[in-house]
């Protein structure tokens, strides 16, 4: 066994490129009549497990790129994805959790000053990252508050891996947790949103429950990220950071201009619409297979005890208290 591994991480990048070229391939298999069928395996789901078992056998290979390439491919991905939405029906959709947003937000960051400050004793900046990650958008808000914080690389290499490991298990188990319970399409949209933190992991997961899922997550989701920037301008003044820059998430921006192109314009030609949307999808499961393959055993080693449990008892309460909200309101 330790001959194997040993072989592996040496040919780790040999391993590497022929995985992305096999995605590449069986993707391409979709546009063919006829072979499409032999492409259906290939989900989110499992772009993101492939990721995970060649980082954790073959360690990292070009790490820098994967970082990169992820980060814009899920902006493209998003963007391609409005293309196949309309306006009014993602509005009225969405509107539930939207108006549940507002209270989890305040109510996940004061929760998880209290469980990492005063019960867990974890550092102030990466209690307060893995809170903000929980609250709105996964590692988009701690890259976006991290600096307005002034955190330190180590703590935002925590955080970012704390919320990484929560996503990739959130992926594989909500959905099944959704069948489960019996959840419509409306109901596990709203609480994929809400509970899980990054916009790959809940894209991906609305995408393997069904097609109103997916619409109704990623809508209720980007708007939560808005929420970035109020976070970031509150966090400012409470941390006196004054003249820090702010990332805004202007791909929000493009997804709405892309639904709005959509319905208004594409009416009449919806193949058009239709076929960026699919771009889309084929670009998010590249995208999570370059995300699962950015986590090392480094990253899991980095993450320590305090700061894991932590963030597993704040996506706890989250989600119990999502469904509790979506059940009996």
Not at 156 to 166: C, D, E, K, Q, R
């Amino acid at each position: 066994m330790a001959e194997l591994l040993h072989s592996l991480k040496t040919n780790n990048k040999t391993i590497y490129v022929s995985l992305v070229i096999v995605l590449f391939f069986f993707l391409f298999l979709d546009y063919i009549p006829g072979l499409s069928a032999y492409s259906s395996w290939l989900t989110p789901p499992v772009a993101l497990f492939i990721g995970l078992l060649y980082a954790l056998l073959c360690g990292q290979a070009h790490p820098k790129f994967n970082k990169k390439v992820s980060k814009y491919l899920l902006q493209y991905s998003v963007v391609a994805l409005g293309f196949g939405m309309n306006l009014q029906a993602s509005i009225a959709s969405g509107r539930q959790g939207m108006e549940f947003t507002i209270i989890s937000v305040l109510g996940t960051m004061l929760l998880g000053w209290f469980i990492g400050r005063k019960c867990l004793k974890v550092g102030r900046d990466t209690s307060y990252l893995i809170s903000s990650g929980t609250a709105i958008c996964g590692g988009s808000a701690i890259a976006a508050i991290g600096p307005v914080l002034r955190a330190k690389d180590s703590e935002m290499s925590v955080a970012l891996g704390t919320i990484f490991i929560l996503n990739a298990i959130a992926l594989f188990i909500f959905p099944v947790i959704g069948h489960w319970l019996g959840m419509s399409q409306q109901d596990f949209g709203t609480w994929a949103a809400i509970a899980i933190h990054d916009t790959s992991s809940v894209v991906g997961a609305g995408a393997a429950y069904g097609e109103e899922a997916l619409k109704i997550a990623t809508t209720i989701k980007l708007t939560r990220a808005l929420w970035i920037i109020p976070l970031a301008l509150v966090t400012s003044v409470i941390f006196k950071s004054k003249g820090q820059k702010i990332n805004i998430p202007w791909f929000i921006f493009f997804f709405l201009l892309a639904m709005i192109f959509n319905t208004y314009l594409l009416d009449g030609v919806p193949q058009v619409g239709q076929a960026i949307n699919h771009l889309g999808r084929k670009g998010l499961t590249v995208t999570l297979f370059f995300i699962g393959a950015s986590l090392s055993r480094d990253v899991l080693k980095a993450v320590g005890i305090k700061p894991l449990v932590q963030g597993v008892l704040l996506w706890l309460v989250i989600s119990l208290s999502t469904l509790a909200y979506i059940y009996y309101f």
